[in-house]
């Protein structure tokens, strides 16, 4: 309380003591140092006011003159009208050039700002204007579109590009899964899953991008699809249109909500992937035996279990059903169908259950190795030099041992003697003159001198002089002949035959058991061994041996054909000689092995012929089928089964003559002709793969009646393009002789495409891309060598293997490449035309608003709905392979192929990628000069994958 009384008196002190030290002058001195500071201060800051206040005036005006301050409140209402006016929006552009698409887009644009605009838009006003607006912008997009798309040339796209990047994506899942297993077999434990192993193999191949975040991350997915469709409408949009955010931020999300991303979200769901492969296979009939054959093969214990609770109501059903008499009967069959079915269903659950593991989708056949092959069937070695599945073994083992030598040439020789039979037929025909056929055989036989004789040859084949000689004197003394290399090819296989390095030690090799196991000779030994203690009971034929022809004659004398019908002579025959090959010893059973030497004639010339492995038990499967669908057959005389000495070598010659007798009567051309199928059965059975048979076939209306509900729908589309396949595949079917005969058939100069490396992928994009001239050119050789490239994993397998493949599609389908190529330019043309085009846009239109209004959510199937899809999907697509590529591939190699194919859809991250792939092939190909492979690089560096390099 005392401070302000205090204060007054130290100030007073203090100006007293201040006076009394400075004087009256000192206190006028710093009064001034103190004015003389404010006023320099002040100075300062008006000067800088000044300064700053010219700046930002400058700036002002310079901002007044660009700014348009808006009219105000009467200009507007004097130009409201201007608003009402919408003759700009009725005015109607041609969208596409044709009336029937323009109708069916203008009704789809009217459903879409109907279903999705209105909803929301009537809430904030009635005005139309948005609407027209909306179309007009559309229309004039629309327009831009097809006119980019009339532009481009759709037969490369989808006979290179599409085929191309597909296969691709087949060869990375493929790859992914053989180094996925070898982490497994090697205990790595990299964590590592297949889809990791999948993208990294994409980067390794594509060098610059990845599409992994793009497949896996939604946010990611739809940051991408946004700037994509940024691009999309800034090339397609009018530029008025494009620069009206609002606008064109509405028309993304139209594009990216509600048509991307569903259609994305529809096809790569695998359980829709299925059911689309049923409906493109509708036309196709699902085999009895691929059915099964899925059915054993399959992994999946929910398939199984869905299959068979479908089987079981079947059956409750046609029990229902059966009412005795002729109708009671098919009942029955269709029963015993099923009985069939269902046991193979419980078998192979109860393998599952047990921990097994089988030759099936997802697994490889191992082959344990054995110190000795006393265990093992001991082929001779001209049957697998006469086998194309046995010799492309043979091959593999070869080109380890440094014997691959030997085989080339022996197998050349082999294609000489085609190419010296085609030469002459075409002499005889009166197509080539003698004196050019005499050229072109001894330029062949010259060239192959030069190739692996002579002493100057990189590839020579070590062999006698005086065999070598001889060859150069017949060469050069007698007239062409498809003889002049007999001898050495006799020298040839002894060579083979002999030398420890090469037969005898494959035969120790694990490649023979595999090669076995791919014969069909080895496996299923439970039903298909012939011991020394095998059923006790004699089944024997009733009917006595008799001549062949009185045989045939008493069948068929029921039936009004002659055998000296004309058209008996036009129609193939095939000739079948049963020989006996010795003692073959699995484990404790022993059996009878027999060599099937099988010709094709026609017209008394031999158009093919191959070799055929068969034990007595597949004789007896042919035999009960025969008779099971052909009564008559019953009184053919068969030789039966015979408990004791049954591996007597007497035994054995006589059951030879017997089974030769029986293969003479049922191959009988008049016999054929008479039961409908039966050559389809026979042929089965001397086909160069495993034979099954079967005891009971399936009926198909009980397929039908299980499986028609999924496969529905259109079949126009589906059955033109099935169509190209079986047509391409035809030429090369005509060929029986196998790979390894017509694999050389083409002789020609050292620049003759036989001799070429073999194609290699181009690994700096996707696109797989051969790199042979020919096949490029050629629509439905490179097409075709892609699938077995690719799907069955050909090239990867076996390159021997392939470069006789290549060899052999080149020598029948280069032929037909013109007339084939055109058919499909053709097929292309017309799936792209005006036409088909509104077609489509009708059928979207349809499924999307059906009856003119907005369909609802698609119904929840069942899961065993999916699971049976599945499997009836894979059992479909092996059905519509033709017997004939089976027989060149191996049953093994086929389902194997076709399990890849079925397992990579049923991944839909892969599928998603699959469909980005696909869309920008489409995208690169409509805007050829806008450079969308650096845009889509560019969208996709956010990759980690695309980082860390």
């Known amino acids: 309380m005392a401070l302000p009384g205090n204060f007054k008196v130290y100030a007073l002190i203090a100006a007293l003591l201040s006076l009394t030290t400075f004087g009256f002058t000192g206190i006028l001195l710093i009064i001034c140092?103190?004015?003389?500071?404010?006023?320099?201060?002040?100075?300062?800051?008006?000067?800088?006011?000044?300064?700053?206040?010219?700046?930002?005036?400058?700036?002002?005006?310079?901002?007044?003159?660009?700014?348009?301050?808006?009219?105000?409140?009467?200009?507007?209402?004097?130009?409201?009208?201007?608003?009402?006016?919408?003759?700009?929006?009725?005015?109607?552009?041609?969208?596409?050039?044709?009336?029937?698409?323009?109708?069916?887009?203008?009704?789809?644009?009217?459903?879409?700002?109907?279903?999705?605009?209105?909803?929301?838009?009537?809430?904030?006003?009635?005005?139309?204007?948005?609407?027209?607006?909306?179309?007009?912008?559309?229309?004039?997009?629309?327009?831009?579109?097809?006119?980019?798309?009339?532009?481009?040339?759709?037969?490369?796209?989808?006979?290179?590009?599409?085929?191309?990047?597909?296969?691709?994506?087949?060869?990375?899942?493929?790859?992914?899964?053989?180094?996925?297993?070898?982490?497994?077999?090697?205990?790595?434990?990299?964590?590592?899953?297949?889809?990791?192993?999948?993208?990294?193999?994409?980067?390794?191949?594509?060098?610059?991008?990845?599409?992994?975040?793009?497949?896996?991350?939604?946010?990611?997915e739809n940051a991408y699809l946004h700037d994509l469709m940024d691009i999309l409408l800034y090339l397609m949009m009018p530029p008025e249109d494009f620069r009206c955010r609002p606008l064109r931020f509405l028309m993304r999300e139209i594009m990216v909500k509600i048509v991307f991303v569903p259609m994305l979200d529809h096809f790569s769901n695998p359980d829709n992937v299925n059911q689309l492969l049923v409906?493109?296979?509708?036309?196709?009939?699902?085999?009895?035996?691929?059915?099964?054959?899925?059915?054993?093969h399959s992994s999946s214990q929910k398939e199984l279990e869905a299959l068979i609770k479908s089987v079981k109501e079947e059956m409750l059903h046609l029990r229902g059903r059966d009412s005795g008499g002729e109708h009671g009967d098919f009942v029955k069959q269709q029963l015993a169908s099923l009985e069939f079915l269902e046991a193979t269903i419980r078998k192979k659950l109860i393998f599952i259950s047990e921990g097994g593991v089988e030759r099936g989708a997802d697994a490889r056949c191992s082959v344990?190795?054995?110190?000795?092959?006393?265990?093992?069937?001991?082929?001779?070695?001209?049957?697998?030099?006469?086998?194309?599945?046995?010799?492309?073994?043979?091959?593999?083992?070869?080109?380890?041992?440094?014997?691959?030598?030997?085989?080339?040439?022996?197998?050349?020789?082999?294609?000489?003697?085609?190419?010296?039979?085609?030469?002459?037929?075409?002499?005889?025909?009166?197509?080539?003159?003698?004196?050019?056929?005499?050229?072109?055989?001894?330029?062949?036989?010259?060239?192959?001198?030069?190739?692996?004789l002579s002493q100057e040859a990189i590839t020579r084949v070590p062999l006698r002089e005086s065999v070598v000689a001889k060859f150069l004197h017949r060469m050069k003394n007698d007239e062409p002949s498809d003889s002049w290399f007999e001898q050495i090819q006799e020298e040839l296989s002894d060579v083979l035959k002999t030398n420890e390095r090469f037969y005898p030690a494959f035969k120790q090799d694990p490649l023979y058991e595999k090669m076995?196991?791919?014969?069909?000779?080895?496996?299923?030994?439970?039903?298909?061994?012939?011991?020394?203690?095998?059923?006790?009971?004699?089944?024997?034929?009733?009917?006595?041996?008799?001549?062949?022809?009185?045989?045939?004659?008493?069948?068929?004398?029921?039936?009004?054909v002659s055998a000296s019908d004309p058209a008996l002579n036009a129609e193939p025959i095939i000739v079948a000689i049963v020989e006996p090959l010795g003692i073959g010893q699995q484990g404790k059973n022993s059996f009878?092995?027999?060599?099937?030497?099988?010709?094709?004639?026609?017209?008394?010339?031999?158009?093919?012929?191959?070799n055929v492995l068969r034990r007595y038990s597949d004789f007896h499967t042919l035999h009960n089928l025969l008779c099971?669908?052909?009564?008559?057959?019953?009184?053919?005389?068969?030789?039966?089964?015979?408990?004791?000495?049954?591996?007597?070598?007497?035994?054995?010659?006589?059951?030879?003559?017997?089974?030769?007798?029986?293969?003479?009567?049922?191959?009988?051309?008049?016999?054929?002709?008479?039961?409908?199928?039966?050559?389809?059965?026979?042929?089965?059975?001397?086909?160069?793969?495993?034979?099954?048979?079967?005891?009971?076939?399936?009926?198909?209306?009980?397929?039908?009646?299980?499986?028609?509900?999924?496969?529905?729908?259109?079949?126009a589309v589906g059955t033109a393009v099935a169509s190209v396949p079986d047509q391409v595949v035809g030429g090369v079917t005509k060929v029986g002789d196998g790979i390894g005969k017509a694999a050389k058939a083409v002789i020609g100069p050292p620049s003759s495409a036989i001799y070429r490396m073999p194609p290699t992928l181009d690994t700096d994009r996707v696109a797989a891309k051969i790199s042979d001239e020919d096949t490029t050119e050629n629509i439905p050789l490179r097409v075709m060598m892609l699938f077995v490239d690719e799907v069955f994993g050909v090239r990867a397998r076996n390159a021997w293997f392939r470069r006789q493949m290549v060899a052999l599609l080149r020598q029948f389908v280069t032929p037909l490449g013109t007339s084939i190529n055109k058919r499909i330019i053709d097929i292309v043309d017309w799936l792209t035309s005006d036409q088909q085009t509104t077609l489509y846009l009708a059928a979207i239109r349809d499924t999307l608003w059906p009856d003119g209004q907005l369909a609802g959510p698609a119904p929840i199937r069942p899961d065993e709905f999916h699971e049976k899809t599945r499997i009836l999907s894979r059992a479909l697509m092996l059905s519509c392979l033709p017997d004939e590529l089976r027989l060149i591939l191996g049953q093994e190699t086929t389902y194997q192929g076709i399990a890849t194919i079925s397992a990579a859809f049923q991944r839909p991250h892969l599928n998603r990628r699959l469909l980005y792939v696909l869309l920008e092939r489409l995208l690169i190909n409509i805007f050829p000069k806008n450079h969308f492979e650096k845009i889509f690089a560019q969208l996709h560096s956010k990759s980690p994958r695309s980082r860390r390099s």
């Open 516 to 560: 076995l196991l791919e014969l069909g000779i080895i496996g299923n030994e439970e039903e298909r061994s012939e011991s020394q203690a095998s059923d006790s009971s004699s089944i024997r034929s009733g009917g006595t041996s008799m001549d062949p022809t009185t045989i045939v004659e008493r069948i068929v004398e029921e039936t009004p």
């Open 279 to 296: 409906w493109l296979l509708s036309e196709v009939s699902p085999k009895p035996e691929d059915f099964v054959l899925s059915v054993e």
């Open 33 to 220: 140092c103190i004015l003389c500071f404010v006023a320099g201060l002040l100075f300062l800051i008006y000067k800088n006011g000044r300064a700053g206040q010219k700046e930002l005036d400058a700036k002002l005006d310079a901002l007044l003159e660009e700014f348009e301050f808006p009219p105000g409140l009467a200009p507007f209402l004097a130009n409201r009208r201007r608003f009402e006016d919408k003759s700009a929006y009725s005015e109607r552009i041609s969208m596409t050039g044709s009336a029937g698409m323009d109708q069916i887009l203008e009704q789809m644009l009217n459903y879409i700002v109907r279903d999705y605009v209105d909803y929301w838009y009537k809430d904030m006003t009635n005005d139309e204007l948005l609407h027209e607006s909306l179309k007009r912008t559309s229309r004039r997009t629309i327009a831009a579109f097809a006119h980019c798309v009339r532009k481009v040339d759709w037969v490369p796209f989808f006979t290179r590009h599409c085929v191309d990047d597909f296969a691709s994506h087949l060869r990375l899942f493929r790859m992914a899964t053989e180094r996925l297993q070898f982490d497994k077999e090697k205990g790595s434990g990299t964590g590592e899953d297949l889809e990791s192993h999948f993208f990294d193999l994409e980067f390794e191949m594509e060098k610059k991008l990845c599409r992994d975040l793009l497949s896996t991350t939604p946010h990611y």
């Open 368 to 452: 344990v190795e054995d110190s000795s092959s006393d265990g093992l069937i001991q082929l001779p070695v001209h049957v697998v030099l006469t086998n194309s599945v046995a010799v492309s073994y043979f091959c593999d083992f070869l080109n380890t041992v440094g014997g691959q030598n030997y085989i080339d040439c022996y197998l050349a020789i082999e294609g000489f003697k085609v190419s010296v039979e085609h030469q002459l037929r075409s002499l005889a025909m009166g197509e080539t003159t003698n004196e050019d056929v005499c050229e072109t055989i001894k330029e062949a036989a010259k060239f192959m001198y030069h190739q692996y």
């Open 628 to 715: 099971h669908q052909y009564p008559k057959i019953a009184s053919v005389s068969f030789p039966g089964k015979k408990t004791f000495n049954n591996l007597d070598p007497h035994f054995i010659e006589k059951r030879t003559q017997a089974l030769n007798a029986y293969l003479e009567v049922v191959l009988n051309p008049l016999l054929l002709r008479v039961n409908k199928g039966m050559d389809r059965l026979l042929f089965d059975f001397l086909s160069q793969k495993e034979y099954t048979g079967t005891t009971q076939p399936m009926a198909k209306k009980v397929m039908s009646a299980m499986w028609d509900p999924i496969g529905r729908g259109m079949r």
């Open 592 to 610: 009878a092995l027999y060599n099937i030497r099988v010709e094709r004639t026609l017209a008394g010339k031999k158009v093919s012929g191959w």
